[in-house]
C-alpha cells in the first residue's frame, strides 16, 4: 500500500511539473523551414571577426544567471538593425533563453521601412499593426507558437527602453558612416557592416539583404549554441 501510495505521489508530481512548463514553444513551420534554409548561406566575409565575437556573447548570455544586454545600432533603425533583432530574439525565445535582452536602434529619426513588413510576412512571421509607441508606427511581430511576440518600431539612440551601460554594442551600419559612433554605455563594440538601404528599395533586394542579416544570426545562434 505504501509502495502504491508513493508512486502515486511521485506521478503527480511529474505530472505539476509537466503542466507548470506548459506546452513547447516552437517556430511556425514556414519560418522554421527558412530559418533551415539559411543556415548553408555564405557570410561575408568582412564579418566573420564581428560575428565570432557576437556568437560567444550570446553563447554567454544563454548560461548567464543575471540579465545581459545586447544592442544592434545602424543608421536609422528602419530595417537592418530590427532585422538582426527580430531574428536573434524569435530564437533565443523559443529555445527559452531570457537572460539574454536583444534590442536594436538608429542614430537618425525614422519610421520602419514598410518593405520589411513584407519581407517577413512572405518568409513566416505574422506581422500585424499594434498601437504607435513615441509617435512612431509600431507592429507586433510572431513567430512560433506558445511565445510571445516582438514588438517593435524604430528607435532612435535616446529611447527609454534601450540598455544605458554594460551591453555589447554591434554596429550594422554602412562601413563609410562616420556617424556610426561607439555609445557611451558600451563594454564591448564590434562592427558588422552592412550597406545603408533607401526608402526606396525594392522587394527583391530588401529581401536579399533581409536574407543575408538572418543568415549570420541564424548561424551565429547555432555557432554559440553547440559550443
Known amino acids: 500500500m505504501k509502495k502504491l501510495i508513493f508512486s502515486l505521489s511521485m506521478l503527480m508530481i511529474t ?4 503542466t507548470a512548463k506548459g506546452p513547447k514553444p516552437k517556430l511556425f513551420p514556414e519560418l522554421e523551414k527558412y530559418y533551415t534554409s539559411l543556415n548553408t548561406m555564405p557570410i561575408e566575409p568582412s564579418h566573420e571577426k564581428g560575428l565570432k565575437n557576437l556568437y560567444q556573447y550570446i ?9 545581459i544586454e545586447l544592442l544592434f545600432t545602424d543608421k536609422d533603425n528602419s530595417f537592418v538593425g530590427i532585422s538582426a533583432q527580430i531574428v536573434l530574439q524569435s530564437l533565443l525565445s523559443v529555445n527559452k533563453y531570457n537572460k539574454l535582452g536583444v534590442s536594436s536602434c538608429g542614430y537618425q529619426v525614422a519610421e520602419i521601412n514598410p518593405v520589411l513588413i513584407k519581407v517577413l510576412n512572405k518568409h513566416g512571421f505574422k506581422v500585424t499593426e499594434a498601437t504607435a509607441a513615441n509617435g512612431r508606427k509600431s507592429y507586433s511581430v510572431a513567430f512560433g507558437e506558445n511565445v510571445s511576440p516582438i514588438n517593435i518600431y524604430a528607435k532612435s539612440i535616446d529611447d527609454a527602453t534601450l540598455p544605458k551601460t554594460k551591453f555589447l554594442q554591434v554596429k550594422l551600419c554602412d562601413a563609410n558612416d562616420n556617424a556610426c559612433a561607439d555609445l557611451a554605455g558600451a563594454f564591448f563594440k564590434e562592427s558588422v557592416p552592412f550597406p545603408n ?5 525594392s522587394e527583391d533586394e530588401a529581401d ?15 555557432k554559440a549554441k553547440n559550443l
Open 15 to 18: 505530472i505539476l511539473s509537466v
Open 208 to 222: 536579399k539583404i533581409f536574407s543575408q542579416v538572418a543568415a549570420e544570426m541564424v548561424q551565429a545562434f547555432n
Open 59 to 67: 553563447f554567454q548570455g544563454m548560461g548567464s544567471d543575471t540579465k
Open 197 to 201: 538601404l533607401s526608402s526606396d528599395i
